[in-house]
């Protein structure tokens, strides 16, 4: 399985993931898989912070998309 498609079966099925959950799944590059999964057509919104050390880290997650005559 590519780390584009564990990426994506982990989005619908935890809701979200960060650097260290696809770390563990064997990802190094996640920001760059999120790039391919975009340009694919996939809505996915980041939420960036600043950690107490300094560290900038991402959380990203599949946009909801509305129903249909909403």
Request: charged fraction near 25%; include cysteine.
């Amino acid at each position: 399985m590519s780390q584009e498609t564990q990426i994506l079966q982990h989005l619908k099925e935890h809701g979200s993931i960060t650097s260290l959950q696809a770390f563990k799944m064997g990802c190094l590059r996640l920001a760059s898989r999120v790039y391919d999964l975009r340009s694919k057509g996939h809505e996915i919104q980041t939420q960036r912070w600043k950690t107490r050390s300094g560290k900038i880290v991402a959380r990203y997650w599949l946009k909801k998309k509305a129903p249909k005559g909403a």
